[in-house]
């Protein structure tokens, strides 16, 4: 069995599958509300600081060039993660931290 697409058929095609294979690009910042729940499990920012950030001050880029996150306390600016590092860093540590402690 052969079939013979038109041009208009192939371009109805592309238009129907496009946006099944579209990637959707991740950016590398994000703020901490738009990662709390892939990243920390839903948790309130309140436990995230107390937690993660202050219980690994490392993770600060205020107190080590290579952590992932700035602005833990706020002063004026918003919590920002950055995704790559953050996410390589919680595979490793995910062990150290008691998901199951209360603020």
Do not use: C
Request: proline residues 6%.
């Amino acid at each position: 069995m052969e079939i013979t697409l038109t041009q208009e058929s192939l371009e109805e095609l592309a238009r129907l599958v496009a946006p099944l294979i579209q990637t959707k690009l991740e950016p590398d910042w994000v703020r901490l509300e738009d990662a709390r729940a892939d990243l920390f499990a839903g948790k309130a920012p309140a436990w995230i600081r107390l937690h993660v950030f202050d219980a690994f001050p490392a993770v600060q880029i205020e107190n080590n060039p290579q952590g992932w996150v700035k602005g833990v306390h706020g002063k004026g600016n918003v919590t920002r993660i950055y995704l790559p590092t953050a996410r390589e860093w919680l595979r490793k540590h995910h062990d150290e931290i008691n998901w199951n402690e209360k603020i």
